[in-house]
């Protein structure tokens, strides 16, 4: 019984130390780097000198439709096509625009959903613009300018015609401000008035407000006497 137990007792001893080696033989990591080297792939981030993308016709992706029916649609749904695209130096008035243009008609599919269940389809031309030669100009054209403005091309802007309105407004620069957009002078508050006044506008401020008398037959009968009482004078 004595060299039985003893002898369980080794055997667990050599099991329980070959089952601990095993472990730290597997699991143990003397340095982590040397596995991050190997799994891990390092990849070198070249430096690019950048290039100014110059304003010029480019591939651009471009929305066909909307389509002309009802519950339809257009097969493909983009194109890619000439635009112009690009950049204009650092000023901020200018954008790449076409100078030069052509229609380019596409063939394409238009699919009609009819009912849940019913669908047809059908050849369609859809014609795109597409841009031929580009140039920076002004985003701002002679033709965006409303009324009291005029275009200054140098500027590329719309300026106020009504000069002598605006030196006047800017004279009173506490209770009023310039709209250059309007070409109007505007109260920088609009009060609220007391009842019997209105807020004039031209002032800035609140006014009595003016009663108007109605006369039976629309007569003042008071300027009348006072007309007449001059006349007998002459």
């Known amino acids: 019984m004595f060299n039985t137990s003893m002898l369980f007792i080794l055997l667990f001893s050599f099991v329980l130390k070959c089952f601990n080696g095993l472990t730290l033989t597997n699991f143990t990591i003397e340095d982590p780097s040397i596995l991050l080297s190997k799994n891990v792939k390092r990849e070198t981030i070249d430096v690019v000198q950048a290039v100014a993308a110059k304003c010029m016709p480019e591939k651009q992706v471009v929305k066909l439709g ?3 029916e009802l519950n339809s649609f257009y097969w493909p749904s983009c194109i890619r096509i000439e635009r112009c695209g690009g950049c204009c130096t650092q000023n901020e008035l200018l954008s790449c625009q076409p100078i030069e243009k052509v229609i380019i008609n596409f ?4 699919g009609i959903h009819h009912t849940r ?3 047809s ?3 369609v031309i859809v014609p795109v613009e597409k841009h031929i030669r580009c140039k920076c100009d002004c985003r701002i054209k002679k033709e965006d300018c409303p009324r009291l403005q ?4 140098e500027s590329c802007a719309c300026v106020c015609t009504n000069r002598d309105e605006k030196a006047k407004c800017e004279d009173d620069p506490r209770n009023k401000t ?3 957009h309007t070409c109007t002078c505007n109260c920088l508050e609009e009060k609220e008035c007391q009842s019997g006044s209105i807020f004039n506008k031209h002032s800035c401020s609140c006014e009595a407000q003016r009663t108007r008398i109605r006369y039976p037959g629309g007569r003042n009968p008071f300027l009348e006497s006072t007309l007449d009482h001059r006349q007998i004078i002459t």
């Open 66 to 68: 909307p389509p002309p």
């Open 107 to 110: 063939q394409v599919d238009l």
């Open 117 to 119: 269940d019913h669908y």
């Open 121 to 123: 389809q059908k050849k």
């Open 150 to 153: 005029e275009y200054k091309k």
């Open 178 to 180: 310039w709209d250059p």
